[in-house]
T-cell receptor
Framework: GEDVEQSLFLSVREGDSSVINCTYT??????LYWYKQEPGAGLQLLTY?????DMKQDQRLTVLLNKKDKHLSLRIADTQTGDSAIYFC???????????FGGGTRLMVKP | EPEVTQTPSHQVTQMGQEVILRCVPI?????FYWYRQILGQKVEFLVS????????KSEIFDDQFSVERPDGSNFTLKIRSTKLEDSAMYFC???????????FGPGTRLTVL
């Protein structure tokens, strides 16, 4: 079945860029998403990319998609302490409704 | 900004009891979902619902689970006879027709004792 993997933890200093990586196995994935979860809160949709795109930029967020390697990344420029959270990538196939999630990457931003 | 809401935020129940988790999706959305996240594990899809019927469900969504849209605003998940392993955070999500974004609620933490 589909599988989505992420590294567990990333620590950066305030003002640096953060890059959170994700790999997936299903080549029929059509949409790939990034969600943010702050402590005690739900899953906040940050951005998503369609599989025929290589890159999408939205303010401080840049999503890169390497479809050949099935690798997705989220770059956060000028990382702030308020960016500390767990970041989940998720994929959706064209045929279905369901999202398949990675395990989440905990981003810690040090002042 | 419209958002998905869920009640209660935390539900504690005894094993074998029935629970109903409630969700109010975003008002113009017509696709509804339940996911769950067992502590320390991945967020897992349970079921999707459209046009008053289940459109897709996972292996987790067995006969103990049911969903309902009892009125024009609520979407519920019922677990008929809870087990210890049903303890998890349950997330509701909704999506508009013609859009690809699923918006999630804050979750209900279910604790089965």
């Amino acid at each position: 079945g589909e599988d989505v993997e992420q590294s567990l933890f990333l620590s950066v200093r305030e003002g640096d860029s953060s890059v959170i990586n994700c790999t997936y196995t299903d080549s029929s994935s059509t949409y790939l998403y990034w969600y943010k979860q702050e402590p005690g809160a739900g899953l906040q949709l940050l951005t998503y990319i369609f599989s025929n795109m290589d890159m999408k930029q939205d303010q401080r967020l840049t999503v890169l998609l390497n479809k050949k390697d099935k690798h997705l990344s989220l770059r956060i420029a000028d990382t702030q302490t308020g960016d500390s959270a767990i970041y989940f990538c998720a994929e959706k196939q064209n045929a279905g409704n369901m999202l398949t999630f990675g395990g989440g990457t905990r981003l810690m931003v040090k002042p | 900004e419209p958002e998905v809401t869920q009640t209660p935020s935390h539900q504690v129940t005894q094993m074998g009891q029935e629970v109903i988790l409630r969700c109010v999706p975003i008002s113009n959305h017509l696709y509804f979902y339940w996911y769950r996240q067992i502590l320390g594990q991945k967020v897992e899809f349970l079921v999707s619902f459209y046009n008053n019927e289940i459109s897709e469900k996972s292996e987790i969504f067995d006969d103990q689970f049911s969903v309902e849209r009892p009125d024009g605003s609520n979407f519920t998940l019922k677990i008929r006879s809870t087990k210890l392993e049903d303890s998890a955070m349950y997330f509701c999500a909704s999506r508009a027709v013609g859009r690809d974004e699923q918006f999630f609620g804050p979750g209900t933490r279910l604790t089965v004792l």
